[in-house]
């Protein structure tokens, strides 16, 4: 019984140690790795108890899953960011994955909190199955974008779009919240890419890398978004030659 109880509290001490490490990593409390071995380096990490990061009005909360959930979802997460190369996740500085679920910024849900600086995305594994696949890139590509700013101008990507056309001043600030696909696009593939103009990037770019999305987009007559395809495609394979995007 003794011998039990030692290692009981050895594992306890173990666990602490890793939430601690990991805490040290990227500032998020109550963590521990759920895959730490994958081809591209990244590293899997999941709540083991709710969680909340930042102050007032700029926080980050979300809730511990079970493991079974995590499970079902994790081989859908992994597939789709393995498509990116050890050497590009090193370039857009990502390293850690964090799975949880009820996830909201300052009280609003959302479906992925990416944060460069600590080379950290957040992804709730409850969020919309109908989106799941697509929100994942849209989600990396705000790491992309943070990581390479003056490659991204907004100014530059605003004369695409017709003259009278304006984006909200933050995407929590607009109503344009559909993720559905428009059927009469002029300009724009989703609501949700009417908001601000890293939206409109984003949700593009999550096109371009899901397979049942990007055949959507492969013979669009629109030459708003035909523009808007081309400048981020560029863009992408700036950062890196080798890039693959889905299709193309």
């Known amino acids: ?9 050895l594992l306890i001490l173990i666990a602490t ?7 040290n990593l990227i500032k998020i409390p109550n963590l521990e790795i759920y895959e730490n071995k994958s081809s591209n380096g990244l590293k899997y990490l999941m709540a083991t108890k709710p969680f909340q990061v930042g102050i007032r009005d700029n926080n980050v909360t979300c809730f511990n899953s079970n ?6 979802k994790f081989e859908i ?3 789709n960011l393995n498509k990116y190369s050890s050497n590009f996740l090193e370039k857009i500085n990502l390293k850690y994955i964090v799975l949880c679920e009820k996830l909201s910024v300052s009280g609003i849900s959302s479906a992925g909190v990416p944060n460069h600086e600590m080379k950290t995305l957040i992804i709730d594994i409850k969020f ?9 890139h849209h989600e990396v590509f705000h790491i992309i974008n943070e990581s390479f700013k003056n490659y991204f101008q907004e100014n530059d990507w605003k004369k695409y779009n017709n003259t009278q056309f ?4 933050c995407s929590t600030c607009s109503d344009r919240l559909d993720l559905s696909t428009i059927k009469e696009t002029d300009g724009f593939l989703t609501e949700y890419s009417m908001s601000t103009a890293s939206e409109d990037m984003a949700e593009i770019f999550s096109f371009l890398m899901t397979k049942k999305n990007s055949i959507k987009i492969k013979n669009l007559k629109d030459i708003i978004l ?4 081309s400048f981020i495609k560029k863009k992408i394979l700036k950062i890196d030659d080798k890039f693959k995007f889905n299709l193309w």
């Open 1 to 9: 019984m003794k011998f039990l109880k030692i290692i009981l509290l």
């Open 128 to 136: 919309d199955n109908n989106y799941f696949d697509r929100v994942i």
């Open 77 to 79: 997460i992994q597939r």
């Open 17 to 23: 140690t890793n939430a601690n490490t990991i805490y």
């Open 67 to 72: 493991i079974e959930d995590i499970d079902e």
């Open 226 to 229: 035909i523009n808007k395809i």
């Open 166 to 169: 304006k984006y909200a001043e």
